[in-house]
């Protein structure tokens, strides 16, 4: 759930950062938003090709002898 809430304040602030400059035009605000969220994905799909699984919950082996 972190990421994705780091992803959408990220974005937000991206979208509040280009809205306050005033100079670039929409459609390059599209562009740069557009690219911004390839380069998340491709980030995402890079982390998670290399056999760490970001969705996968932590578990914890219990030894018996911890019992």
Known sequence: ???TLAGVLLLGMMYNLLNLEGTITPWWQLVLRGG???LGSCFFSSVSSKGTDVNKPKTFKVEESDR
């Open 36 to 38: 911004f969220l390839l």
């Open 1 to 3: 759930m972190f990421p």
